[in-house]
């Protein structure tokens, strides 16, 4: 092959260095599932057209408030609401339709809410029947329809998942002034539908919100008899309490599930420091009270049970005041160790994929384990692991020892990771000793 003369001068040849790096997944991106409708009048003309109901059904980004409240209609559902609100006598079936309305505002608060927060993108999976109830195989949904959870197995960028219509979901509207009573006996179904997605994905966790209106003791009884203690659904359960009181996005302030403004101070953290930050001691915007106002002591009884509390602290507004998982683990106690662990497999595994079929040799021994010595060192270095040196924080084996020739002859490639986990001081103690004034020394 012949190739055209080059003037003297100089040239630079790019090559491939063969150096395979491994890639931090991203940790915070939620899915929120919930109720929404169409509007019975004919929409507003936006930039963005409304999602039809079909397309409502299936996993959606929205990557801001205004691309959610366009998709799904939500200036023309307030405007609605806002008529019957008013609306007086009230024709058969409005009171339903207020109900429906209400629900519906409760999936468009907790998006809210993520945006408000410092969350950048989401995944929305919609319920079309607001008026009925949902069971949880109807929850549990479908993988190839891609509805429910199910619809979410197909995408792996989510890390959170929260429901903050679930309880609005264990009870089907009426056509009365009062809504209907949510059932906590029906939500538990919901509840571990989520619960089981989560850990079967083993890279998101689920954002779970009591039911409205409890009190402080119904809390811990509901807590003992609905959500698992036990590994693995509790380490990847995250519960925050009280609700919180929002403005509205439709200007009628109500009270709100906590799980979206969680989502997004939960993103928020993880840019600002590192996912392995616990997000706690971290202020919720958007929020403009809490109707449940609980003491010291209250809180330690409810942080012992993996309870996360929302606290208001004087001069300093109100503020996410816990960071554990429902597992009394001491490897899943919390949050920020659990959602560490989730990233670094989750990277490991989404990077090392260029290694299936390759020789299975020293060679590939020996470059999977720089690679992932490489992303440990980083990690480590940004504060993610403990240790005054990497090999105090990690150790990475994959070699002779732990692949044998019967390894080898099943086709597999073993490599042995472990970590030590930065924990947070969650109890910060000071010991203040009294010295007595000394008599001054004369010059």
């Known amino acids: 092959m012949t190739t055209s003369p080059k003037p003297p001068g100089v040239y630079v ?12 997944v991203g940790t915070s991106t939620p899915a929120f599932l919930g109720y929404t409708t169409t509007p019975t009048q004919n929409p507003t003309e936006t930039t963005t057209p409304p999602f039809t109901p ?14 959610f409240a366009d998709r799904y209609s939500i200036p023309d559902l307030g405007k609605e609401l806002a008529a019957l609100l008013k609306k007086s006598p009230l024709a058969a079936g409005d009171q339903k339709r207020i109900q429906v309305l209400q629900r519906c505002l409760t999936l ?31 929850l549990a949904g479908n993988a190839e329809t891609r509805t429910g959870l199910g619809g979410l197995e197909t995408v792996p960028e989510v890390t959170m998942v929260a429901v903050p219509s679930l309880w609005d979901m264990t009870v089907a ?63 990847f359960t995250a519960l925050y309490y009280p609700w919180v009181k929002v403005p509205g996005v439709d200007g009628v302030p109500r009270t709100v599930p906590p799980s979206g403004h969680l989502a997004g101070v939960w993103a928020r953290t993880d840019a600002e420091r590192g996912v392995f930050k616990a997000p706690a001691n971290q202020n919720l915007r958007g929020v403009l009270d809490l109707p449940t106002l609980l003491t010291d002591d209250q809180n330690g009884e409810l942080n012992d049970k993996g309870v996360n509390c929302l606290r208001v602290f004087p001069g300093r507004g109100l503020l996410v005041w816990g960071a554990r998982t429902r597992s009394t683990s001491r490897d899943w106690k919390y949050l920020n160790v659990r959602r560490l662990v989730c990233f670094l497999s ?40 403990l240790g005054r040196t990497p090999d105090e924080a990690f150790y990475v084996i994959c070699d002779s020892t732990n692949n044998t020739s019967a390894t080898i002859d099943a086709g597999q490639v073993i490599c042995d990771i472990g970590i030590a986990p930065v924990r947070p001081a969650e109890f910060v103690h000071f010991t203040i000793t009294q010295i007595a004034g000394q008599p001054g020394q004369s010059g």
């Open 54 to 67: 079909d397309e409502r059904k299936i996993p959606q980004p929205i990557r801001g408030w205004q691309e």
């Open 173 to 235: 509207a009426t056509d009365t002034q009062d809504p209907p009573t949510p059932v906590p006996a029906n939500g538990k179904p919901l509840i571990d539908q989520v619960l089981a997605h989560c850990t079967a994905q083993r890279n998101r966790l689920a954002l779970v919100d009591p039911p409205p209106g409890q009190l402080v003791e119904p809390l811990k009884t509901f807590v003992g008899d609905n959500l698992a203690s036990t590994d693995p659904d509790a380490a």
């Open 108 to 138: 468009a608060e907790a998006v809210y809410g993520f945006f408000a927060n410092g969350g950048t993108s989401c995944y929305v999976v919609g319920f079309l029947n607001p008026d009925a109830k949902v069971d949880a195989p109807a």
């Open 13 to 24: 040849t790019e090559k491939s260095s063969g150096v395979r790096m491994i890639v931090g």
């Open 346 to 385: 989750d990277s490991i595994r989404q990077s090392s994929t260029w290694a299936v079929f390759e020789p299975n040799d020293d060679r590939l021994w020996a470059t999977l384990r720089h690679s992932v010595t490489s992303f440990l060192t980083d990690q480590w270095r940004q504060g993610a692991l």
